[in-house]
C-alpha cells in the first residue's frame, strides 16, 4: 500500500511568487492535515480538511489556503511568497477525523529566493 | 495556552538508554505523543499515551507521564545508531484537535 505521498518534494520560488502543494492520503483516509516546519523548528499547523471541508486552521496569514477534492487528496496554496515561507511542508493523513495514529508523508521542501 | 517544550540535544553512547524529557502547558491535553524525524524524512509516530495513564512500554521504548508536573518522558533502551534522529514530543487537546509539536531534540550517538 501506498503511504502518504507529496508532490513535488523539492520546489524553489521567487518572492512574490505564487506555489501549489500537492497531497495524496493513504487509500481510505479522508482527513488531511498541512503541517509547516521551518529549519529547526517543531512543525506547526497549518489546516485540517475533513471529508472535504475545512475543519481547523492555524495562526497563518490569508495568503495560505488549501482544499480537498472528492478523491480526498489536497492541495495548499501560498500566494505572494515570503522568504520566511521556507520550510518542509507535511501532510498528514487519517482514517477519521482526530485519529491519533496520523501518517505523515516525507514533505515538500519550498525554498523562496 | 498551549505550549511544549523540550532540549535541544541529547549525546549518548550507543548501547545505553538515551531519555528525552518533555513539558507540557495544558492540563486539557488528552493526547501526548513522541515522533521521529531522521534527516530529510518525515516524522514518524513512534508511540503515545492517553492522559490517563501513567506509563506505556513497546519494546525498546518506554514512556513516561506525570500528569501532576505536566512532564513526559521517552526512554529507549540500548541505543543503537539507527535512533540518531530529531525526537518531538507533542500533544493535542482531544481526538479532534490539532498536533502541537516541540521544537524536538537531537540524539547524537556515540561510539
Known amino acids: 500500500d501506498a503511504g502518504v505521498t507529496q508532490s513535488p518534494t523539492h520546489l524553489i520560488k521567487t518572492r512574490g511568487q505564487h506555489v501549489t502543494l500537492r497531497c495524496s492520503p493513504i487509500?481510505?483516509?479522508?482527513?488531511v492535515s498541512w503541517y509547516q516546519q521551518v529549519l529547526g523548528q517543531g512543525p506547526q499547523f497549518i489546516f485540517q480538511y475533513y471529508e472535504k471541508e475545512e475543519r481547523g486552521r492555524g495562526n497563518f496569514p490569508d495568503r495560505f489556503s488549501a482544499r480537498q477534492f472528492p478523491n480526498y487528496s489536497s492541495e495548499l496554496n501560498v500566494n505572494a511568497l515570503l522568504l520566511g515561507d521556507s520550510a518542509l511542508y507535511l501532510c498528514a493523513s487519517s482514517s477519521l477525523q482526530g485519529l491519533t495514529e496520523a501518517f505523515f508523508g516525507q514533505g515538500t521542501r519550498l525554498t523562496v529566493v | 495556552g498551549e505550549d511544549v517544550e523540550q532540549s535541544l540535544f541529547l549525546s549518548v553512547r550507543e548501547g545505553d538508554s538515551s531519555v528525552i524529557n518533555c513539558t507540557y502547558t495544558?492540563?486539557?491535553?488528552?493526547?501526548l505523543y513522541w515522533y521521529k524525524q531522521e534527516p530529510g524524512a518525515g516524522l514518524q509516530l513512534l508511540t503515545y499515551i492517553f492522559s490517563n495513564m501513567d506509563m506505556k512500554q513497546d519494546q525498546r521504548l518506554t514512556v513516561l507521564l506525570n500528569k501532576k508536573d505536566k512532564h513526559l518522558s521517552l526512554r529507549i533502551a540500548d541505543t543503537q545508531t539507527g535512533d540518531s534522529a530529531i525526537y518531538f514530543c507533542?500533544?493535542?487537546?482531544?481526538?479532534?484537535?490539532?498536533?502541537?509539536f516541540g521544537k524536538g531534540t537531537r540524539l547524537h550517538i556515540l561510539p
Open positions: 487509500s481510505g483516509h479522508k482527513s
Open positions: 507533542a500533544e493535542s487537546l482531544n481526538r479532534d484537535d490539532k498536533i502541537i
Open positions: 495544558d492540563s486539557s491535553s488528552t493526547y
